[in-house]
C-alpha cells in the first residue's frame, strides 16, 4: 500500500520554541493531506486541511496563527507549531488523499513541550 | 453529543472468545464508514470498510444499520496480536476528512 513518513517522530522542546512537523507521501501524489491531533486516550482530531498550492483550512478552534500550515509540493506538508507551551504536547497524525481518495496515515509525532 | 461515540471499554477477553463492539454515529448525512486499529503510540491503519449489506473479512464481520445510526465489528476466534484500540470512522458527504470516535480498547488475554 501507499506510504506517508512524518519526521520526526519524536520531537522534545522547551515552551516558547517552534517545531515544524514534515508530512511527505513517497510513492504517490496528494492533492489533500489532514493533520490530526491526538491526545491521551482521545479521538484523532482534525485540525486543518492542507491543500496543494493553497491556504489550508483549520477546524473550528484550531489557532491558524499558531499552527502554520504549508503544502508546498504535491508530496509535502509542513505543520509547524509556533511558540510551543506544555498544553500543545500531543500526537500529531498526518494523513494524505490519493487520486482514488483512499487516505493513508503517516506513523505520527509525539511532541512534548517542556 | 460527539458525532461518532463508541463505549471505551477495556473489553478483556480470552482468546478464541468472540467479541463485539459498537458505534453510533450522529450525522444522518455520513456515507462511509470504518473500523481502524490503532496500536499503542502508533497511527491508526485501516481493518476493514463497512457496507449495509454487511462485510465480512476472515475472522471479522462489520455490520451498517443506516436507520439506527449504528455500526458493529464483530471479531471471532480472537487472538493476542488483536490487541488494541478500535476505532469506528465515519466520512460525511462532502467532507473528505474523517471523524473518528474515540475508539474501543480490546485486551485479548492468554
Known amino acids: 500500500g501507499a506510504v506517508v513518513s512524518q519526521h520526526p517522530s519524536r520531537v522534545i522542546c522547551k515552551s516558547g520554541t517552534s517545531v515544524k512537523i514534515e508530512c511527505r507521501s513517497l510513492?504517490?501524489?496528494?492533492?489533500?493531506m489532514f493533520w490530526y491531533r491526538q491526545f491521551p486516550k482521545q479521538s484523532l482530531m482534525l485540525m486543518a486541511t492542507?491543500?496543494?498550492?493553497?491556504?489550508?483550512?483549520?477546524e473550528q478552534g484550531v489557532e491558524k496563527d499558531k499552527f502554520l500550515i504549508n503544502h508546498a509540493s504535491l508530496t509535502l506538508s509542513t505543520l509547524t507549531v509556533t511558540s510551543a507551551h506544555p498544553e500543545d504536547s500531543s500526537f500529531y497524525i498526518c494523513?494524505?488523499?490519493?487520486?482514488?481518495?483512499?487516505?493513508?496515515f503517516g506513523p505520527g509525532t509525539r511532541l512534548t513541550v517542556t | 453529543r460527539k458525532e461518532v461515540e463508541q463505549d471505551p471499554g477495556p473489553f478483556n477477553v480470552p482468546e478464541g472468545a468472540t467479541v463485539a463492539f459498537n458505534c453510533t454515529y450522529s450525522?444522518?448525512?455520513?456515507?462511509?464508514f470504518f473500523w481502524y486499529r490503532q496500536d499503542c503510540r502508533k497511527e491508526p491503519k485501516l481493518l476493514m470498510s463497512?457496507?449495509?449489506s454487511g462485510n465480512e473479512d476472515g475472522r471479522f464481520t462489520a455490520q451498517l444499520n443506516r436507520a439506527s445510526q449504528y455500526i458493529s465489528l464483530l471479531i471471532r476466534d480472537s487472538k493476542l496480536s488483536d490487541s488494541a484500540t478500535y476505532l469506528c470512522?465515519?466520512?460525511?458527504?462532502?467532507?473528505?476528512?474523517?471523524?473518528f470516535g474515540s475508539g474501543t480498547r480490546l485486551q485479548v488475554q492468554p
Open positions: 494523513s494524505a488523499r490519493d487520486a482514488s481518495g483512499e487516505q493513508y
Open positions: 510513492d504517490f501524489q496528494a492533492t489533500t
Open positions: 492542507s491543500n496543494e498550492g493553497s491556504k489550508a483550512t483549520y
Open positions: 450525522n444522518s448525512a455520513s456515507q462511509s
Open positions: 463497512v457496507y449495509s
Open positions: 470512522v465515519v466520512n460525511k458527504k462532502g467532507r473528505r476528512a474523517l471523524t
